[in-house]
């Protein structure tokens, strides 16, 4: 899939995240089915109730299938899920089977969909913002739909993460699937760098042939300096920062070469 960066220097189209996931919500389950969202999702829910969050009403920003969405439901919340991309989101209607509200929107242009005591954003989606101007656009967005002492909440890459996953060559097979990751950044990249991921469903015919399908996505590592700016930028004061181990614990002090990921905590300044 060509196309997804403009000629100024290879920054991305502006729907590329869109585009990119258009393609492989067919095999983003196959793709993540190995990682245990329930446990994930309730690391995260831990960052948000030490920030203050109270209330059972959540808002899933950049939702995906619904991986994240199930295993809340199961906790009592009411969600409400939007992802930019429509096939995702079909994906997350029929898992969920009627039980959370899940819209098509944009991140970077949120509408006001209610008073949610938490909305967060999980699974690296801030990752594929590249501007600043993205970034504030986005929690502004957030902000706009918290509750009075709600708390905002997102994971990012870590530095650590772009230089492993996006110079690796990831394959997860099924029997008539295989979906492959082939990272084509650097291990050197610096802090705010960039870095592109090839993501290949390849698909078994009936013939015996196999299809491959590509999308292509585009992320930037976002320095915890760059993200509480954008935060305060919002009107958002960031209360809480992680960093998440392999073993899938958190430590109170992020490091961006040792953790592979990060989570935030944020409220409405004020």
Do not use: Q
């Amino acid at each position: 899939m060509g196309g997804l960066t403009d000629a100024a220097g290879g920054v991305p189209r502006s729907d590329h995240a869109r585009v990119a996931y258009d393609v492989l919500a067919p095999g983003y389950d196959v793709l993540t089915g190995r990682h245990d969202h329930a446990a994930w999702s309730a690391l995260v829910e831990s960052c948000a109730t030490r920030a203050g969050a109270r209330g059972r009403v959540l808002l899933d920003v950049g939702c995906g299938t619904g991986s994240t969405i199930v295993p809340m439901l199961g906790r009592g919340w009411a969600m409400t899920g939007v992802d930019v991309s429509s096939a995702m989101i079909a994906e997350a209607r029929r898992k969920t089977a009627g039980r959370a509200r899940l819209l098509v929107a944009d991140m970077r242009d949120l509408p006001r969909l209610g008073r949610f005591d938490l909305v967060w954003c999980l699974g690296d989606a801030l990752n594929y913002l590249h501007t600043r101007a993205e970034l504030v656009a986005t929690f502004t967005g957030m902000r706009r739909n918290l509750a009075p002492g709600g708390v905002v909440a997102f994971d990012v890459n870590t530095l650590a993460t772009f230089r492993t996953l996006y110079t690796s060559l990831l394959a997860v097979p099924e029997a008539d699937r295989v979906v492959l990751v082939e990272g084509r950044g650097s291990d050197r990249v610096e802090a705010g760098g960039s870095a592109l991921a090839w993501i290949d469903r390849l698909e078994r015919e009936p013939s015996g042939w196999w299809t491959r399908t590509r999308s292509e996505h585009h992320h930037r590592h976002h320095p915890e300096g760059e993200l509480r700016a954008a935060l305060t930028a919002a009107g958002l004061s960031c209360v809480g920062v992680w960093g998440t181990t392999p073993a899938g614990t958190i430590d109170p002090v992020l490091d961006e070469l040792h953790h592979g990921k990060a989570v935030y905590t944020a409220r409405a300044a004020g």
